[in-house]
């Protein structure tokens, strides 16, 4: 049973243009949401991340937005730029990953077009 | 400041050996988890260690195994290997392990089992 789903496998969009990606889950005792980047033969890069106790989280192009009503969140990169094509991971966990355990999306591949 | 290293980068072995994975954390960071990638299982925890004692472990078999030493320093051991466990192997550690610290990744040990 998957508890944290990226249901879109691919993303493409236009150098400029504004990425969404998103991510749902099933388990309402998550309280720690957060997005990585991985590039191919490279680990996972942490890009940002969300508290349980806010709706939004900002920090330069990328901003994560969370609907705990809805058990989702997004990412959004504006404007986006081809170095941002990669692969980005949606994370989640409980009591704020302090057990050091992240449950991870299989992933959305992000296209940028120049 | 140094990143997550994991030694080696690639590992090539045979069925029924064993094999030692090292993961040196960030300098100053104390917790150190494990995690297996596979393209069809997606990301999936090991096992989380902090101060040298294992705090959580994830669902894999007792073949999986961990430590952590007094430097923060880190090993995984995985015993009679199967062609199943062909896989990235990524070590992540934070600080102290606490509530909301995202983890850094180091870029993963590619292990692969003929």
């Known amino acids: 049973d998957q508890q944290v789903k990226q249901n879109s496998p691919s993303l493409s969009v236009q150098e400029g243009r504004i990425s969404i990606l998103n991510c749902d889950y099933t388990n309402s005792m998550f309280d720690y949401f957060l997005w990585y980047k991985k590039y191919p033969a490279e680990g996972p890069t942490f890009l940002i991340s969300?508290?349980?106790?806010?709706d939004k989280n900002e920090d330069g192009r990328f901003t994560v937005f969370l609907n705990k009503s809805a058990k989702h969140l997004s990412l959004h990169i504006v404007p986006s730029q081809p170095g941002d094509s990669a692969v980005y991971f949606c994370a989640a966990s409980v009591n704020g990953g302090s057990q050091g355990n992240l449950i991870f999306g299989k992933g959305t591949k992000l296209s940028v077009k120049p | 400041k140094a990143g997550v290293t994991q030694t080696p980068r690639y590992l090539i072995k045979t069925r029924g050996q064993q094999v030692t994975l090292s993961c040196s954390p960030i300098?100053?960071?104390?917790?150190v988890s494990w995690y297996q990638q596979t393209p069809g299982q997606g990301l999936q925890f090991l096992f989380e260690?902090?101060?040298?004692?294992?705090?959580n472990k994830g669902n894999f078999p007792g073949r999986f195994s961990g430590r952590q030493f007094s430097n923060s320093r880190s090993e995984m051991n995985v015993s009679t290997l199967e062609l199943g466990d062909s896989a990235l192997y990524l070590c992540?550690?934070?600080?102290?392990?606490?509530?909301?610290?995202?983890?850094?990744f180091g870029d993963g040990t590619r292990l692969s089992i003929l």
């Open positions: 300098s100053g960071h104390r917790s």
């Open positions: 260690y902090f101060s040298e004692t294992q705090r």
């Open positions: 992540a550690s934070s600080p102290r392990g606490g509530s909301n610290q995202p983890q850094h």
């Open positions: 969300i508290s349980s106790i806010k």
